[in-house]
């Protein structure tokens, strides 16, 4: 029989660079913990300096709220994209801010392997941010470079649903590989199997503090 490590936290938080970060690297462990832990998810780019993603805003908060997260506690900040490494100070003050607020226990950002430069920035920042926290890495696809989970997270058959239907409501992304139900089921079912699971999404191991 396998047996699976309780994972949980009371105060949860996610952090992504742009509007969509979030839930193609964690919808389906959101939707998995909706409603048993408090979760917060900080974007930090809205994207809107670009006219073609006039609706990107729309669609990630009806995509948050297919995965559970409350409209409060999805915070959408307007860092602009690609212009991280010019404000790293203030992501930074941004994210000690939310911490000394706030106090999750257990964060996550974009995965070591991600050579997005504003997704680089993020994680950076957030060690500093959270010194005293859990920092798990999520993956995404389009710009992760050998990632690896290290820790995988068993997720069931309606989790994936979920994370597939927040997905689908990126309508200006519709098209784009990495938006592809098929791809994002297959992924799930790879981590899966490497825990001996139907299910799973993972992560790598950034800081674990028990």
């Known amino acids: 029989m396998k047996h699976n490590m309780t994972f949980i936290g009371r105060k949860i938080c996610f952090i992504g660079a742009h509007p969509d970060d979030i839930e193609l690297g964690c919808g389906a462990l959101i939707a998995h ?7 917060f998810c900080i974007t930090l780019s809205d994207n809107q300096k670009n006219p073609l993603l006039k609706n990107l805003l729309a669609e990630h908060q009806r995509s948050m709220s297919i995965l ?30 939310f911490n000394h607020k706030h106090h999750p226990e257990i964060v996550f950002v974009h995965s070591k392997s991600d050579n997005h430069q504003d997704h680089g920035i993020v994680t950076n920042e957030a060690f500093r941010a959270f010194r005293g926290c859990t920092l798990l890495g999520f993956e995404i696809i389009r710009s992760s470079s050998g990632f690896t989970p290290s820790f995988l997270v068993e997720v ?14 990126y309508k200006t992304y519709q098209g784009k590989y990495y938006f592809s ?17 139907p299910f799973a999404e993972g992560f790598d191991i950034l800081r674990i503090i028990e």
């Open 156 to 169: 069931d058959e309606a989790d994936v649903k979920k994370k597939i239907d927040a997905l689908s409501q």
């Open 33 to 39: 913990i909706s409603g048993k832990s408090e979760i």
């Open 181 to 197: 139900p098929d791809l994002t089921r297959a992924t799930l079912i790879r981590n899966g199997a490497l825990a001996e699971r």
């Open 68 to 97: 559970g997260v409350q409209p409060e506690n999805n915070i959408v900040s307007k860092f602009e994209t690609r212009r991280f490494s010019q404000h790293r100070q203030e992501i930074l003050e941004y994210l000690i801010d």
